[in-house]
């Protein structure tokens, strides 16, 4: 167990010099400015011995060089402060972006599967197997397996009768013993769906499980009456070891943690520096007070989700930590080819202190200047040597100062490079979470017996047919409410069933208008199989772009018969998965000039958060972006439109099984940027 504790609050000026320890180059300033300061003592001391030598006219010129010494002195202790407000600032805004995205992309996840436990909850084939029918429990098994084979997510389901004993469970392994009758309580309590996590007697080798449940209610007759109950298990742990991975690469210094209101410990990425179970009475550690564990000091940002759908999740946090002496190692960046590299500062404060280095050894020379004029209209030449040599010191100061500013400059835009393409990377694995969820939804929804049984009925004319169909569409598309419209469309193209029938979507018996993707659906070999359309503008979403997800309903015989087809709804979508990863600070506020594009490799721009770049249109990228492999990123100042921008990109590389086993290829590059021109006083980093 490590040791953990809250360090004493400093004052200022402790505080500051005390951060200096774990920065060796700003010490080194610190170091140097104090020699320089020492040097300046002792030639001032030869002035005040020599100033008789100037005959009553040596006062006014020492008088102005103490002055000139002061001035530097205070501003030495200003740029201090600042370089280490700076790189803590930089810091923290790094932590909370990786706590940030830590929860939202789990909330995302769980999200997804609060409609699942609906949906499935309402499965006629597990109606009729609750109600008694002749389903045999193999054929209910083999459901669920089709069910997690296509929702990898799930590593057991459960389907129990009303009194809770197991009817059918997926994981043979689950030695399941006792009704668990308080979870059943709190099931029968719940409106809509049930989320838990904590140990259950439904799977009793589990120290925790993170469960969904629902109660089965029959669909025959006016009672609606309670059948059974449905309990569907998440991997939980797999899902968050995959977020780490997504996030941290090797070597980096930031450790990740979820925990629960209590501060408990739920998951961590290093298991050695906090692991499960363990429990912090404050997880924020700040340079004035930050955490101890196991003896070396941390900062650390925790933060609750923003939530996804007005979905929040259970009462969690994520919680990022860095050793101080990480997120102070400054290390001095090779300087980048780009006409912002120069002079650029990081803030106004910076930008002040710079200007007023050079504005106090502009005075310096011309005191100094003065000084030799006096010195050689009275003959007193010994006294020059004094004079130049303040001149060469307070030269000296400036340049360490300008140095010191340099330094963190070129270090920032590094980071800001860096941070850019780490966010890229962040953005195109939201997307591919997400349209992961599409691809399992059409395919999964293709199974539902009411489809072919209704079709079959719509096919003879039953009227009755069409309205169940249309019934079930709704209900489905009430609970994922990504989508715009879920259509049921025959082999011809014929729009049989939809769930949003109005003038701005395609009516019930017009046609669809995706005519490759109507023939790719006829041709899908199994009901593994997807098909997807181009990223095109289309009727089916009011004539704007998106993507149409479908899969072959099929007969008995497993022939296709008709489609589902599942309308993404694109522009909010995706835009929201761009505003998540843009670079912002530890208050959340994205950077001024920070921007995120989806692009294919011609340069289509499948979403913007820019108003330039439109939805549709093409722009012209660099080769280096648009020949990005499945998974590769890249980073440099390059020219995107008509703005030189700080740009990371990812391509995208898929998740689980999606666009990983050769199911669908479809290049998608994320693009996140800053734009230099747009920061405040030449501002890299936000909020200062």
């Given at each position: 167990?490590?040791?953990?504790?809250?360090?004493?609050?400093?004052?200022?000026?402790?505080?500051?010099?005390?951060?200096?320890?774990?920065?060796?180059?700003?010490?080194?300033?610190?170091?140097?400015?104090?020699?320089?300061?020492?040097?300046?003592?002792?030639?001032?001391?030869?002035?005040?011995?020599?100033?008789?030598?100037?005959?009553?006219?040596?006062?006014?010129?020492?008088?102005?060089?103490?002055?000139?010494?002061?001035?530097?002195?205070?501003?030495?202790?200003?740029?201090?402060?600042?370089?280490?407000?700076?790189?803590?600032?930089?810091?923290?805004?790094?932590?909370?972006?990786?706590?940030?995205?830590?929860?939202?992309?789990?909330?995302?996840?769980?999200?997804?599967?609060?409609?699942?436990?609906?949906?499935?909850?309402?499965?006629?084939?597990?109606?009729?197997?609750?109600?008694?029918?002749?389903?045999?429990?193999?054929?209910?098994?083999?459901?669920?397996?089709?069910?997690?084979?296509?929702?990898?997510?799930?590593?057991?389901?459960?389907?129990?009768?009303?009194?809770?004993?197991?009817?059918?469970?997926?994981?043979?392994?689950?030695?399941?013993?006792?009704?668990?009758?308080?979870?059943?309580?709190?099931?029968?309590?719940?409106?809509?769906?049930?989320?838990?996590?904590?140990?259950?007697?439904?799977y009793p080798d589990r120290f925790k499980s993170h469960l969904f449940?629902?109660?089965?209610?029959?669909?025959?007759?006016?009672?609606?009456?309670?059948?059974?109950?449905?309990?569907?298990?998440?991997?939980?742990?797999?899902?968050?070891?995959?977020?780490?991975?997504?996030?941290?690469?090797?070597?980096?210094?930031?450790?990740?943690?979820?925990?629960?209101?209590?501060?408990?410990?739920?998951?961590?990425?290093?298991?050695?520096?906090?692991?499960?179970?363990?429990?912090?009475?404050?997880?924020?550690?700040?340079?004035?007070?930050?955490?101890?564990?196991?003896?070396?000091?941390?900062?650390?940002?925790?933060?609750?989700?923003?939530?996804?759908?007005?979905?929040?999740?259970?009462?969690?946090?994520?919680?990022?930590?860095?050793?101080?002496?990480?997120?102070?190692?400054?290390?001095?960046?090779?300087?980048?080819?780009?006409?912002?590299?120069?002079?650029?500062?990081?803030?106004?404060?910076?930008?002040?202190?710079?200007?007023?280095?050079?504005?106090?050894?502009?005075?310096?020379?011309?005191?100094?200047?003065?000084?030799?004029?006096?010195?050689?209209?009275?003959?007193?030449?010994?006294?020059?040597?004094?004079?130049?040599?303040?001149?060469?010191?307070?030269?000296?100061?400036?340049?360490?100062?300008?140095?010191?500013?340099?330094?963190?400059?070129?270090?920032?835009?590094?980071?800001?490079?860096?941070?850019?393409?780490?966010?890229?990377?962040?953005?195109?694995?939201?997307?591919?979470?997400?349209?992961?969820?599409?691809?399992?939804?059409?395919?999964?929804?293709?199974?539902?017996?009411?489809?072919?049984?209704?079709?079959?009925?719509?096919?003879?004319?039953?009227?009755?047919?069409?309205?169940?169909?249309?019934?079930?569409?709704?209900?489905?598309?009430?609970?994922?409410?990504?989508?715009?419209?879920?259509?049921?469309?025959?082999?011809?193209?014929?729009?049989?069933?939809?769930?949003?029938?109005?003038?701005?979507?395609?009516?019930?018996?017009?046609?669809?208008?995706?005519?490759?993707l109507i023939s790719s659906t006829a041709r899908l070999s199994n009901?593994?199989?997807?098909?997807?359309?181009?990223?095109?503008?289309?009727?089916?979403?009011?004539?704007?772009?998106?993507?149409?997800?479908?899969?072959?309903?099929?007969?008995?015989?497993?022939?296709?018969?008709?489609?589902?087809?599942?309308?993404?709804?694109?522009?909010?979508?995706?835009?929201?998965?761009?505003?998540?990863?843009?670079?912002?600070?530890?208050?959340?506020?994205?950077?001024?000039?920070?921007?995120?594009?989806?692009?294919?490799?011609?340069?289509?721009?499948?979403?913007?958060?820019?108003?330039?770049?439109?939805?549709?249109?093409?722009?012209?990228?660099?080769?280096?972006?648009?020949?990005?492999?499945?998974?590769?990123?890249?980073?440099?100042?390059?020219?995107?439109?008509?703005?030189?921008?700080?740009?990371?990109?990812?391509?995208?590389?898929?998740?689980?099984?999606?666009?990983?086993?050769?199911?669908?290829?479809?290049?998608?590059?994320?693009?996140?940027?800053?734009?230099?021109?747009?920061?405040?006083?030449?501002?890299?980093?936000?909020?200062?």
């Open positions: 167990m490590p040791s953990v504790e809250q360090t004493t609050s400093l004052d200022a000026v402790t505080n500051y010099r005390r951060a200096l320890k774990y920065c060796q180059h700003y010490q080194s300033f610190d170091e140097d400015l104090s020699k320089l300061n020492r040097f300046w003592d002792s030639i001032s001391t030869i002035g005040s011995i020599n100033q008789d030598l100037l005959q009553g006219h040596g006062t006014p010129l020492l008088e102005s060089m103490r002055e000139t010494r002061n001035n530097f002195t205070s501003l030495q202790g200003r740029l201090l402060q600042s370089l280490v407000e700076e790189t803590v600032s930089k810091a923290t805004s790094e932590l909370s972006f990786f706590a940030q995205n830590t929860i939202d992309i789990l909330v995302r996840n769980l999200f997804e599967r609060t409609a699942d436990v609906g949906f499935l909850a309402v499965d006629e084939i597990v109606r009729e197997f609750l109600k008694g029918s002749d389903i045999p429990e193999l054929k209910m098994r083999q459901r669920l397996q089709a069910y997690v084979q296509k929702y990898s997510v799930y590593d057991e389901i459960l389907i129990l009768d009303r009194d809770g004993n197991p009817k059918v469970q997926l994981n043979p392994d689950n030695k399941v013993e006792i009704p668990d009758r308080n979870l059943l309580r709190q099931i029968d309590q719940a409106e809509d769906y049930f989320e838990h996590y904590g140990y259950t007697s439904f449940a629902s109660r089965v209610i029959s669909s025959q007759g006016e009672t609606h009456e309670h059948i059974g109950y449905l309990v569907m298990f998440f991997r939980f742990e797999d899902e968050l070891s995959r977020i780490y991975q997504q996030m941290l690469k090797e070597g980096d210094s930031i450790s990740l943690i979820l925990t629960d209101h209590k501060n408990t410990v739920l998951t961590s990425s290093n298991a050695e520096l906090l692991d499960i179970g363990e429990r912090i009475d404050d997880f924020d550690g700040t340079l004035e007070r930050p955490i101890l564990l196991n003896n070396r000091e941390y900062l650390s940002i925790t933060l609750p989700s923003t939530g996804y759908q007005g979905y929040m999740g259970l009462d969690w946090t994520a919680t990022a930590l860095m050793p101080i002496s990480d997120a102070m190692a400054v290390q001095l960046q090779k300087k980048r080819q780009s006409a912002y590299s120069e002079d650029m500062v990081l803030s106004p404060n910076l930008s002040k202190i710079y200007q007023e280095s050079h504005n106090i050894n502009r005075k310096l020379r011309i005191v100094t200047i003065n000084g030799k004029s006096l010195a050689a209209r009275l003959e007193v030449r010994t006294f020059v040597p004094i004079l130049e040599k303040i001149q060469d010191v307070g030269n000296e100061m400036t340049n360490i100062i300008s140095d010191s500013i340099g330094m963190l400059s070129q270090t920032v835009m590094g980071a800001v490079l860096s941070d850019c393409r780490l966010y890229s990377a962040l953005a195109i694995d939201i997307m591919d979470r997400n349209l992961y969820e599409r691809a399992n939804d059409c395919r999964w929804w293709a199974l539902t017996p009411t489809f072919i049984e209704e079709l079959e009925k719509a096919a003879q004319g039953e009227k009755a047919s069409k309205q169940k169909l249309e019934q079930t569409l709704k209900y489905i598309n009430e609970l994922y409410t990504v989508y715009t419209n879920i259509i049921v469309f025959g082999l011809n193209g014929e729009i049989i069933a939809c769930s949003e029938d109005s003038e701005s979507n395609p009516v019930t018996g017009s046609m669809l208008s995706d005519k490759d009901p593994q199989a997807y098909a997807v359309s181009e990223f095109c503008e289309t009727p089916e979403y009011s004539n704007r772009h998106t993507y149409i997800y479908s899969a072959a309903i099929r007969d008995d015989s497993g022939f296709p018969k008709a489609g589902v087809g599942v309308v993404f709804d694109s522009e909010p979508e995706f835009k929201a998965m761009l505003e998540s990863a843009l670079p912002c600070d530890s208050n959340g506020v994205t950077a001024k000039g920070a921007g995120g594009l989806f692009v294919n490799p011609d340069g289509l721009v499948i979403s913007s958060t820019c108003s330039e770049f439109r939805v549709g249109e093409k722009i012209n990228l660099p080769a280096v972006i648009s020949r990005l492999r499945n998974g590769q990123s890249y980073e440099g100042l390059m020219k995107i439109g008509d703005r030189n921008l700080l740009l990371g990109a990812t391509a995208s590389s898929g998740y689980r099984e999606y666009k990983t086993t050769g199911d669908y290829e479809n290049s998608v590059i994320a693009l996140i940027f800053v734009d230099p021109e747009k920061q405040p006083d030449g501002q890299l980093m936000p909020g200062q």
